[in-house]
């Protein structure tokens, strides 16, 4: 089965979610991610790797050290995605008006 | 009398969850039909032109209703709804998912989490759904 990686893998774990939330801060590197986490330095790695496969982290080399930085602007795609669950719900409320609307004549 | 009807959809970021509101123009026990009953899910569930078709539904905990939406060019999505709470026309809880057609679930699409709470007030029924995902 093919993998699909968007940003709706990346948000579905909240480990990432809170890496996300630091990246959102500044740019860190891989320890200092970790250093915010009960868990070990390789789930840590894990996530940061499902992380960089959703486009969502540019690494940066600084001297012997690796930056990961937040790409922003995918995280628009979350934005976007919200605005047609919306739609859709009240598209969807609007056919379920139509149909207790007919139940409630066929029960009269 | 026809009431305004409400409708809710507040973001919350930090939780990950979505709350929605709803009222609606009938009696609690007709609204929790039309949630719980296959051939009257199949009227409303899909957005047009799309349409919702049950494959089997088994409205229990631990049960699941396993449907499809049919889109205009004939492409078929099949979607998984495992049914984890129910108290009779007060609330059901449980989880959307996608599939494929022998009910194997699709881990790589996003799946929601939902609550469903249903409460009456005079003449209109008003559904909370908080959806995470």
């Not at chain 2, 409400?6 to 026990?29: C, G, Q, W, Y």
């Not at chain 2, 449907?67 to 205009?72: D, R, V």
């Amino acid at each position: 089965m093919e993998i699909r990686r968007d940003v709706f893998q990346a948000i579905a774990d909240p480990t990432r979610r809170a890496i996300i939330l630091l990246l959102a801060v500044g740019a860190m590197t891989p320890n200092g991610i970790a250093d915010h986490f009960q868990t070990s330095r390789q789930a840590v790695s894990k996530h940061i790797k499902v992380l960089t496969e959703c486009d969502l982290l540019s690494q940066e080399q600084q001297g012997r050290e690796i930056y990961y930085h937040l790409k922003a602007d995918k995280m628009k795609e979350i934005e976007k995605w919200l605005d047609q669950f919306r739609e859709l719900l009240a598209k969807r409320f609007d056919q379920l008006d139509q149909v207790l609307h007919q139940l409630k004549q066929s029960k009269k | 009398m026809k009431t305004a009807l409400l409708f809710n959809f507040d973001v919350d970021k930090k939780n990950d969850t979505i709350h929605v509101e709803r009222s609606f123009n009938a009696p609690i026990d007709l609204v929790w039909a039309a949630w719980t009953e296959a051939e009257i899910l199949d009227q409303w569930w899909a957005p047009k032109p799309y349409q919702a078709v049950t494959k089997s539904m088994n409205f229990e905990v631990g049960g699941r209703w396993h449907y499809y939406m049919l889109g205009p060019e004939d492409d078929i999505h099949w979607c998984l709804f495992h049914y984890e709470s129910i108290e009779k026309e007060k609330h059901f809880s449980g989880i959307d998912t996608f599939c494929d057609e022998s009910a194997n679930i699709n881990n790589t699409k996003p799946r929601v989490k939902w609550k469903n709470e249903f409460s009456e007030e005079e003449d209109s029924t008003i559904g909370q759904y908080p959806a995470s995902f």
